[in-house]
């Protein structure tokens, strides 16, 4: 069995390219009730709710009541509160990222993390997101023998994964590959800095506009179409936006027609510690593919703040950034990974009880309850 242990996390952000359109449905049943929010599942009611069906990554609508206010939402995958759902397969193009800078220096996957001695690449690929062997545990709880996305998406809706859809999954498959992609980053756009973590890794700085043209450019080229998700990978690389700050990976999408919403995600494989954060490895990947699973096309929800990463306000489901600073060792044969610890749907419905599994608000337990709102 696969054990995890509580470590600790990092400053991630996402940026949204596109923002949301709301799912039409008729609410087919009460999930939760506690006098202050419901939520159920949409159905058609003229519309087939934010993605067009068959064009997108598969998609479902719901909502749920805040305070009377309805809050519509859109996840990767199918609707867990039906009874018998079963597997949705989203397939994955992996896209290395080799970055070229003026002085000469190269920073790229295909390149072994620091103190290792497999290719980052590699390490990626072979990781609990992609592979189908991992135990996870929640508590005394198994949810599953499974991808980390999809143990948490079964834990997230456990009351309904646990009794009227057991054999509910939504993985990442098929994955392919695409050969290393070269970005060269002119002058002005980015630079290398020294690295704490590992003295003879450089570190690479690139700008967030010209990092963000430049995926959708090769989304463009390589064919990708919104039925798939294109996640861009590489080494000890940080974004610089113009706003100030930096992030290590982010995801988003971008509309490309009437309800078709290309999806895509960045993230960086990190050597532990990096830039002083408490970073490792697969932690910025396994952070943004939860978000880009349960908050695809920006999924407004009331308002929370005050934790993790966020330091004002924040009214989106963004399952990873309440919890930044926060993550468990996967212990697997020949290789510690590290994944984020997320919060659960009923953490930002305000629900109580929650839904997931034994009744937590994040994977970790991290959470006695709601949030307050935030102000």
């Not at 994955?175 to 992609?181: G, L, Q």
Request: hydrophobic share 40%; net charge negative.
């Amino acid at each position: 069995m696969i054990r995890r242990a509580i470590a600790a996390s990092v400053l991630i952000a996402s940026f949204w390219i596109a923002g949301s359109m709301p799912a039409v449905g008729q609410e087919l049943g009460k999930l939760v009730s506690d006098g202050a929010s419901v939520s159920g599942h949409a159905r058609n009611g003229g519309n087939a709710g934010v993605a067009a069906a068959g064009v997108n990554v598969p998609m479902w609508p719901g909502f749920f009541f805040f305070n009377g206010v309805r809050y519509n939402f859109t996840m990767v995958g199918s609707d867990p509160t039906i009874a018998g759902a079963g597997t949705t397969n989203v397939p994955v193009v992996i896209i290395p990222l080799s970055f070229s800078y003026p002085n000469g220096t190269v920073i790229s996957p295909i390149a072994a993390a620091c103190g290792d001695n497999t290719s980052v690449l590699a390490r990626i690929q072979g990781s609990p997101l992609f592979t189908t062997n991992v135990t996870w545990v929640e508590g005394n709880t198994v949810v599953g023998v499974t991808q980390f996305t999809d143990a948490f998406q079964r834990a997230n809706f456990w009351a309904y994964v646990s009794t009227r859809s057991p054999n509910y999954h939504v993985l990442l498959n098929p994955i392919s590959t695409t050969p290393v992609m070269q970005v060269n980053v002119p002058a002005g756009k980015g630079q290398t800095n020294a690295n704490n973590a590992c003295p003879q890794q450089p570190i690479g700085t690139v700008d967030m506009a010209f990092l963000d043209a430049t995926l959708r450019g090769l989304i463009a080229q390589l064919g990708i179409g919104p039925n798939t998700l294109p996640l861009f990978v590489a080494y000890d690389m940080v974004g610089v936006p113009s706003t100030g700050g930096f992030f290590f990976g982010y995801h988003t999408a971008v509309q490309v027609a009437p309800g078709v919403f290309q999806t895509y995600s960045f993230g960086s494989y990190t050597d532990s510690g990096l830039l002083g954060q408490n970073v490792a490895d697969i932690s910025i990947l396994s952070h943004e593919l939860g978000e880009w699973l349960d908050d695809p096309v920006n999924n407004p929800v009331p308002s929370w703040g005050h934790v993790g990463q966020v330091t004002g306000c924040q009214a989106n489901l963004e399952v990873g950034d309440p919890l930044t600073g926060s993550n468990s060792t996967v212990f697997t044969p020949g290789f510690n990974y590290h994944v984020q610890d997320l919060a659960f749907f009923s953490w930002f419905a305000r629900q109580q009880p929650s839904i997931a599994v034994n009744g937590w608000y994040s994977t970790l337990n991290a959470f006695a309850g709601p949030p307050p709102v935030c102000f």
